[in-house]
């Protein structure tokens, strides 16, 4: 089986949950929260290192407002509520995207939530906020740019986007049988791993993970060459 290190996941399909039960899309939600728990917890049996998940796009400021305002209280109980659950499994939380935008509040329990669990180790994992793969090779280049480059090559970039500290991902999984990568990860995911499993979000968790992890044992990655 090819090593994996770096398992990424876009957790699609909440609203369509909920949906299908007669729920609101906040319940649907909340569901999706207990997935990642789940998930989390699934990822520290099997020992992966290194997760991340895409939780709130830069297109998803096209919501209602009620549905955001709902969203980014939700993020703030749940990582409020959770840093015993980090201690618990060592694991070592990170935010990628652009934090900037969102209330003070929020960036300030996000900060505090990042700064408790940065010396934990068993499991590294990235939350992404307010992100888009093209936005995250943007912002890369200006850093790039203010650092006085005038011409930079694959390394400099991938130094400079928001999951710098984490290895390209070996293996992507969208939920919901969606098949598109919606602006995730876009430069990292260059020799990525693709699946695409039909069950929503909120109905994964460790049963669909070693599914998963199955599904990826059969691929044989060639990165470009014939191995």
């Known amino acids: 089986m090819a ?3 770096h398992i990424a996941f876009i957790m699609d399909g909440n609203r369509r949950w909920a949906k ?3 729920l609101s899309s ?9 997935a990642l728990i ?3 917890k699934a990822l520290c ?16 400021w096209s919501r209602s407002k009620d549905e955001i305002n709902s969203l ?26 652009d934090l900037s935008v969102f209330p003070k509040k929020t960036q300030q329990i996000l900060k505090s939530v990042e700064e408790k669990t940065k010396n934990f180790s068993a499991l590294k994992i990235g939350i992404c906020l307010n992100y888009g793969g093209r936005e995250d090779v943007v912002q890369a280049v200006n850093k790039l740019i203010k650092q006085g480059k005038t011409s930079v090559n694959e390394n400099d970039i991938l130094q400079n986007l928001y999951s710098a500290s984490f290895p390209e991902p070996d293996f992507v999984v969208r939920t919901s049988g969606e098949m598109r990568l ?25 049963k669909q993970l070693l599914k998963a992890i199955k599904v ?5 990655r060639r990165f470009g060459g014939n191995k």
């Open 3 to 5: 090593e994996l290190k």
């Open 38 to 40: 789940r998930t989390i």
């Open 26 to 34: 906040n319940a649907g939600h909340r569901e999706g929260v207990e």
């Open 45 to 60: 049996e099997v020992k992966i290192p290194y997760a991340s998940f895409f939780a709130f796009s830069t297109q998803n």
């Open 182 to 206: 919606s602006n995730f990860m876009l430069f990292q995911m260059a020799y990525s791993e693709l699946y695409f499993p039909k069950c929503y979000w909120p109905s994964f968790g460790k």
């Open 20 to 22: 299908k039960r007669g």
């Open 72 to 97: 980014i209280k939700l993020a703030e109980e749940y990582f409020e509520k959770k840093t015993d659950f980090y201690e618990k499994y060592s694991i070592s939380v990170k935010f990628f995207g």
């Open 216 to 220: 990826f044992s059969k691929r044989h």
